[in-house]
């Protein structure tokens, strides 16, 4: 168990500019989730996928957000012309279905300038 | 959604006392996650305890699923133990994704 990986582990980039994040979930987890976390405040839920297939996106995802997971494994978050209220840490968790605990990476941390 | 709640938000200590946090959630949940935030943005897994009572070494927690709130437990605290002490509750109804409270930032003084 190599745990979830999350890269980068910073990002630094200027408004307007694309990013891509990626996660590595545990592998034999089915579910993955993307959450956000702003200064302050608790993570909060993004999206989510049981293998390859994308089954919620909160009202937080705008269309400038898109996350993909093509082969049930690893799963991609791209946002599109970033702006300032992007900045925030961007987690990743997988687990198995049914209520089971979810496991964290270690994050994204992006900051627009 | 659900609501969580978590109480006090804001606790000071003296390296030895001991603490217990609150959690309180609005609805049934088949998940309940306690987790500790480092200052390096790191989520910890502490407990998985959506019932029941679970210790691990200074640490336990107790979820009282009928009366939807969980305890967590720190005895002996060390400064180690300062940052961010989250709960997080899920519905499988919901995907199981994970509702967060705002926290506990725990600060441990030597």
């Known amino acids: 168990d190599t745990g979830v990986s999350q890269n980068p582990r910073h990002k630094i980039t200027k408004r307007g500019q694309n990013v891509t994040f990626r996660c590595d979930p545990i592998?034999?987890?089915?579910?993955l989730y993307w959450y956000r976390q702003t200064l302050g405040q608790g993570p909060e839920f993004l999206t989510y996928f049981q293998n390859e297939a994308q089954l919620e996106k909160s009202r937080l995802l705008s269309d400038r957000f898109s996350a993909e997971r093509p082969k049930g494994s690893f799963s991609t978050l791209e946002i599109q012309r970033t702006e300032q209220g992007d900045s925030a840490m961007y987690l990743c968790a997988s687990s198995y279905p049914g209520g089971q605990p979810q496991h964290f990476g270690d994050g994204t941390r992006l900051s627009i300038l | 959604g659900i609501q969580v709640e978590q109480s006090p938000p804001d606790l000071i200590l003296q390296e030895g006392a001991n603490s217990t946090l609150r959690c309180n959630f609005s609805?049934?949940?088949?998940?309940l996650q306690w987790f500790h935030q480092n200052p390096w943005g790191q989520l910890i897994n502490l407990f998985y305890i959506p019932s029941g009572t679970k210790q691990n070494g200074r640490l336990s927690a107790t979820t009282v699923a009928t009366e939807r709130y969980s305890l967590l437990y720190i005895s002996s605290s060390q400064t180690t133990d300062s940052g961010v002490y989250f709960c997080a509750v899920a519905k499988e109804t919901s995907g199981s994704r994970l509702t967060f409270g705002e926290g506990t930032q725990l600060t441990v003084n030597p």
């Open positions: 609805d049934s949940v088949n998940n």
């Open positions: 592998s034999e987890h089915n579910r």
